[in-house]
């Protein structure tokens, strides 16, 4: 890799590119794949599709679609014992591992299971997050699809993901951190208009508020100052400029030197119907986003992508992985909400969905600094990704009521039904037990044929207390 940061070279949409033909043997790669909600199903449904992957081995297969296709490791995850993760990949011949959610890369495990330099790459280490140096220990796995824990500070400290776009000049709401309440409520009071609150680590999703009116504001800022509602992810918040316009996800597989843009998604986060109803991890997606067009995506990866991933460089971070932008189109062009150093769910379903080739192969060329020479394409067409939603959700989610119709909703030609809060329970039926229960995933021609197929598998799944949103893949913004 060049040490210039000026170096990045973002990848055309390729048309004309080699595409990565490495001539694996079929079957030769096995898969560690962590996480187990929708978006990891969704992950393991792609990969199986891969000529190259052998066995795919999943962290969490007591979700029932993840067990479907993958096998289970003979001992319980444990992030924090890497030890025997790392000694696991290695006898099982582990050549690939996909780690999918934030916390698992946030605390290091790519570090980890990559060998890079950074002995202290486990959750909860109280040593600071290192550099990532490549080379620095023997890999227990050749190829680690997921950033560093470094790198993937963009998402687990927004203060300092701030402070990577301030020094690459990227188009972001001004913010301003704070650590005392005090401070931080005389700020909010004397602002025009409420701003946006946010606990500054990992919050489950759960640590963004945007209230309507200051006092709101201020019982956000106690709620995460005061009260430590969410731990030390609130020991400082960032209290951020209200930005508006309309809301998309950007996707980009990053190899540290190539920047690949995939398809455009867009998800819904609000409950119900007409962007109403409280934030939620997202009741839905489509695929492309009905936002953006090329000029827009040629835009946001010159003005956004490329000079982030060059500020990080330039602190002696490599990014590798995929890089999830979450971007407001305002008046005054595109802005960052937010970076995510992972695939969005359920965005990732609906990517999956219209995902072309060797899904195995394209990780592994990021993973491997070669994405220069990989064509990736999506199938043309839309996708849209219904979530099913058990009662209670988001707040209480309730837990226990058995699914029916998993079957018939499957039978619809371009259905695919991930599995995301589900298990199988004592007496053998699939049930519920999470908030996002089901991502019911349809393509089609158009994004209004893909959202009929979704909606008709969708209502063929009954459970009690359902939450479905009808309005998921139309124009709607949030
Ligand atoms: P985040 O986790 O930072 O993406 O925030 C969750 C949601 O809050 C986003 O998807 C937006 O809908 C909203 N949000 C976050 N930051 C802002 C902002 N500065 N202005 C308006 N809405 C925001
Ligand atoms: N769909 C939003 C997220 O994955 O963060």
Redesign the pocket.
């Known amino acids: 890799m060049s040490e210039n940061p000026a170096a990045t070279t973002p990848a055309a949409p390729a048309t004309d590119a080699q595409p990565v033909s490495i001539a694996r043997a079929p079957g030769s790669i096995n898969v560690l794949l962590v996480g187990g909600g929708g978006r990891e199903h969704a992950l393991a449904w792609r990969l199986r599709q891969s000529p190259s992957v052998g066995e795919i081995y999943s962290t969490d297969t007591q979700n029932p679609g993840i067990a479907s296709i993958c096998q289970p490791l003979d001992f319980t995850f444990d992030m924090r014992d890497t030890f025997r993760l790392q000694r696991w990949c290695i006898a099982n011949r582990i050549s690939l591992a996909v780690i999918g959610p934030e916390e698992p890369l946030c605390g290091g495990l790519a570090d980890a299971l990559g060998g890079w330099e950074d002995p202290f790459a486990v959750a909860g280490a109280a040593q600071p997050a290192h550099k990532h140096t490549s080379g620095g220990l023997a890999a227990a796995v050749p190829y680690v699809f997921g950033p560093s824990r470094a790198a993937a500070q963009l998402e687990g400290d927004k203060a300092f993901a701030k402070q990577i776009m301030r020094q690459g000049q990227v188009p972001t709401a001004e913010a301003r951190t704070f650590t005392d309440f005090d401070a931080a409520r005389q700020y909010v009071a004397s602002r025009q208009e409420p701003p946006v609150i946010k606990a500054a680590g990992l919050a489950k999703?759960k640590g963004v508020f945007v209230p309507s009116s200051i006092q709101e504001a201020v019982a956000a800022l106690e709620r995460i100052l005061v009260q430590r509602e969410f731990l030390d992810a609130g020991k400082t918040v960032l209290i951020e400029e209200r930005l508006k316009g309309r809301e998309v996800?950007v996707f980009a597989l990053v190899d540290g030197k190539t920047i690949y843009v995939l398809d455009s998604a867009q998800?819904h986060?609000r409950l119900r119907d007409g962007a109403q109803g409280p934030n939620t991890?997202?009741m839905g997606?489509i695929c492309p986003s009905r936002a953006v067009d090329d000029r827009m995506m040629d835009r946001i990866q010159r003005e956004i992508l490329v000079p982030t991933i060059d500020a990080l460089k330039r602190e002696g971070i490599e990014y590798r992985g995929v890089l999830?932008a979450?971007i407001m189109l305002t008046p005054a062009g595109p802005k960052v909400l937010e970076f995510?150093v992972r695939f969005?769910?359920?965005?990732c379903q609906t990517l999956m969905a219209r995902w072309h080739g060797d899904l195995a192969e394209h990780l592994i060329a990021t993973a491997d600094r070669k994405l220069e020479h990989a064509t990736i394409t999506f199938n043309a067409g839309a996708s849209v990704c219904v979530v099913l939603a058990a009662e209670g959700y988001p707040d209480k989610p309730r837990k226990g009521a058995v699914i029916e119709g998993l079957e018939d909703a499957a039978r619809i030609p371009g259905v695919q039904v991930f599995h995301a809060g589900t298990i199988r329970n004592e007496r053998g039926l699939i049930a519920v037990s999470g908030g996002r229960v089901l991502g019911i995933t349809a393509t089609g021609d158009t994004p209004d044929d893909a959202r009929d197929r979704a909606y008709a598998a969708a209502d063929k799944i009954r459970f009690a207390g359902k939450q479905v949103r009808r309005d998921i893949g139309t124009d709607v913004v949030g």
Not at 344 to 347: C, L, N, Q, T, W
């Open positions: 999703g996800s998800d986060k991890g997202g997606s999830y979450g995510n969005g769910d359920p965005e």
